[in-house]
T-cell receptor
């Protein structure tokens, strides 16, 4: 399918390396954050989430770090694989009780074999 | 079905025509969202349905856009008098409850091209 986000910031890594994707979120009242992965021509897929009462959460090969002081979120992918190539979006809820997620503009991850 | 289903997957229309996009959420999910994704952009929130509550329409860009959800399940997004700037991928998502209670499950999207 047609690529999404032809003009997105791009991170290029070698297969097997660790990747770090960064996101600056906008609202200090946000208390829930999610990382999504979007492959070309597909809808976004959930990767991992974190609440504001935590500063780190680990999943399988992925870790999310939250720094509320500087409103910064990062996604770390260990031992990056070609299948990890996609556009990655962070999303925030913009505060308790808000009913929709607000998404960032995304980062393209390219994994070189 | 097993996931969120959207139709049509691709729609090409002429400027000024009306279009309808359909979303079948995951069975049992009470929350349904519509987002729009333009080329090179993130996801732009359009509208949110939760159970029998009044929908949150705060993201709809103009009164040409409307959506309904019948019987708490299927939703239709209607765009009247389409314009070229409406060209985008329209994504539907559902979740078991409100934001923060679980992830959003997205469909594959409906790609709209307005000539």
């Amino acid at each position: 399918g047609e690529s999404v986000g032809l003009h997105l910031p791009t991170l290029s890594v070698q297969e097997g390396d660790n990747s770090i994707i960064n996101c600056a979120y906008s609202n200090s009242a946000s208390d829930y954050f999610i990382w999504y992965k979007q492959e070309s021509g597909k809808g976004p897929q959930f990767i991992i989430d974190i609440r504001s009462n935590m500063d780190k959460r680990q999943g399988q090969r992925v870790t999310v770090l939250l720094n509320k002081t500087v409103k910064h979120l990062s996604l770390q992918i260990a031992a990056t694989q070609p299948g990890d190539s996609a556009v990655y979006f962070c999303a925030e809820n913009m505060g308790p009780g808000r009913r929709a997620l607000t998404f960032g503009s995304g980062t393209r991850l390219q994994v070189q074999p | 079905g097993a996931g969120v289903s959207q139709s049509p997957s691709n729609k090409v229309t002429e400027k000024g025509k009306d279009v309808e996009l359909r979303c079948d959420p995951i069975s049992g999910h009470t929350a349904l969202y519509w987002y729009r994704q333009s080329l090179g952009q993130g996801l732009e929130f359009l509208i949110y349905f939760q159970g029998n509550s009044a929908p949150d329409k705060s993201g709809l860009p103009s009164d040409r856009f409307s959506a309904e959800r019948t019987g708490g399940s299927v939703s239709t997004l209607t765009i009247q008098r389409t314009q070229q700037e409406d060209s985008a991928v329209y994504l539907c998502a559902s979740s078991p409850g409100a934001v923060g209670t679980g992830e959003l499950f997205f469909g594959e999207g409906s790609r709209l091209t307005v000539l």
